[in-house]
Nanobody, 124 residues
Framework: QVQLVESGGGLVQAGGSLRLSCGAS????????RGWFRQAPGKERELVAT????????YYADSVKGRFTISRDNAKNTGYRQMNSLKPEDTAVYSC?????????????????WGQGTQVTVSS
């Protein structure tokens, strides 16, 4: 199993930036893909971005493309989510996820392990 612990998040003004981290522990010697999701109040959870084991393949939702970047440092067992040009509509609880496998995965149901989530609030 993989345990995920998130850090970062908080309150930022529109146009600002935040960096979220997601540390992994447990059976991290096996290859695992990462995902990044968010859920705003009253809305369904949505995919933000995903990345494959090597970090060479990424996918972004249209709503964040060009503003957010997902990356990973496997030597440190840590995933990173850089969020720039934040908008009030980016306000949500952001969660990292993982599952064993080499490729990139697209849906929340594809992922087996989840972080505790972290609140990101963007003020206008």
């Amino acid at each position: 199993q993989v345990q995920l612990v998130e850090s970062g998040g908080g309150l930022v003004q529109a146009g600002g930036s935040l960096r979220l981290s997601c540390g992994a522990s447990g059976r991290t010697s096996s290859s695992y893909a990462r995902g990044w999701f968010r859920q705003a109040p009253g809305k369904e959870r949505e995919l933000v971005a995903t990345i494959n084991w090597s970090g060479g393949s990424t996918y972004y939702a249209d709503s964040v493309k060009g503003r957010f970047t997902i990356s990973r440092d496997n030597a440190k067992n840590t995933g990173y989510r850089q969020m720039n040009s934040l908008k009030p509509e980016d306000t949500a609880v952001y969660s990292c996820a993982a599952r064993y496998g080499l490729r990139r995965y697209a849906k929340a149901d594809d992922f087996d392990y989840w972080g505790q989530g972290t609140q990101v609030t963007v003020s206008s």
